[in-house]
C-alpha cells in the first residue's frame, strides 16, 4: 500500500487519460459505500444510462471490481487491459526508474480503460481507502457522497474521526455538490470546514427526513423525503445508505434534472449486492454479511433482530488481523447460540485459536478451512449467520454463482476448491 495520488496520476497519462470525458460520482466513508454506489447504479441502469462501477474489495474474482450494467469484465477483457498498462508500466519505469504501482493504482488504471472503451455515461467510483489520497482521487466528479465516519486504518488515516473525516473529505472538489450520511457532529463539523474552504456545496441527508418502516420478515420499506420506497437491501443502515443515494440523484446532473422518481424506485427495489445480510436460503435459514468493524457488527445485529426477532443464530465466523475483532466479536456474540471458527485462506487472517477466548461463554468449534466447515454445517438445522470477514463470504458464495453480478456464459469463477454450483 502507497497512498498519494503521483504514481496514478502518471500512469493514467502514459494510458492515455482515459478519465477524460468520464462522468463521475464518486463514494468515500468508512462503511456503506458499496451499498450506496450499487443504490446509484441500479437507479441510474433503470432509468436507462449506460453505468460503470467500481467497487472493492471483490468476493470471488477480482473482475468483480468493474462492472457495467451488471455484468463484470470477462477474463480475456481483463486479460487485454492488464497487457495494455503493462505496456504503460515500462514506458513508465524506463523514464522513471524505481516507478512501481501498487495492486490498487493498477487495478484503478484498468477500471478507467474499461469505462472509456464500455463508453459508458456514469461511473459510480468508490474509493479504496481513504479519500485525499487515495487513487481513485485523480478524476473530477460530478458530485460526492461520503456515507459514515469510523475508526478504521487508523495507522493510514488518523486515530481519531476528526483526522480520518477529513481524510475522506479530501474527494470534495470546488463548485461539486456533496452529500453526507455522517452521524457523529465533530466529525460532520470537519467535513463541513472543508467543503467551505474548497467551495463544495453540501447537504446533509440529515434534512430529509428517513425512517425504516421494515415490521419483520424480509421486505425492507422505507420513507425518504416524503417518498414511500421499497429497498432490496434489508437494514435500518441501508435506508441511511439510500437516503444518500437518494439525495445525489434528485440533483439536477441528468439533463439538468433529476433522476426521474421512477427509475428511482426501480433501481431502489431490485438492487443486488452480494454479501450485504444476504439470505442464501430459508430453510435452513443460512444469512451472509461481511461486517468486520464494530459499527458495522452494530447494524448487522439491529438487523437481526428486526428481520427475524430474537432468534438466536448459530454464528460462522473469521475475521482479518488488522480489524477490532474483540469488540466485533463481542457484538455478535450476543445473539449467538454458539460458534464456529474458521481459517481464512488469506495469510491476513487471524488464526481462530486467538478467536476463541472472544466467546467465552459459548461452545466453539474450529475449522481449518471454509469446505471442513461446510461440511460440518451441512445437516445443521439453522438459523445460520456467516459474517466478520468479506473473505469468507467470499470462499462461501464461490459455490453460489447465480448469486453473484452476471458472469460470461460458461465461465467458472476463478477458485480451485469451488463446491458445485448452486451449493454450499
Known sequence: MKLGLENMELLAREAGSPQNGLHFLHIAGTNGKGSTASFLASALRAGGYRVGLYTSPHLCTIR????????????????RWIRTLQVAIRHLEEKQPGFAPTFFEVLTAVALLAFCEGQV??????TGLGGRLDATNIVRPEACIITTIGLEHTRHLGSTLVEIAREKAGILKPGVSAIIGVGQEEAREAIREIARRVGSPLREIGDLGMESCQDGGLCQKARIDGQRLVLGLLGSHQVRNAACAYA????????GKPLPQKALRSGFRTIRWP????????DPLWVLDGAHNPQAAEALVQTWKASFGKRPYHLVFSVLTDKDFMTVADILSRQASQVSL??????????PARLTGCFPHLPCQVYDSWEEARRALAKDLGPILVTGSLFLVGEVLAGCWDLLPEFESNELLESPHSPTPGSF
Not at 474458521?342 to 488464526?351: D, I
Open 64 to 79: 468483480e471490481r468493474i462492472q457495467i450494467d451488471g455484468v463484470i469484465a470477462s477474463k480475456a477483457q481483463f486479460t
Open 275 to 282: 454479501g450485504r445480510f444476504q439470505v442464501l436460503q430459508d
Open 342 to 351: 474458521v481459517r481464512l485462506s488469506t495469510e491476513r487472517g487471524l488464526s
Open 248 to 255: 445525489l440523484l434528485r440533483l439536477p446532473l441528468f439533463s
Open 121 to 126: 455515461d456514469w461511473v459510480v467510483w468508490e
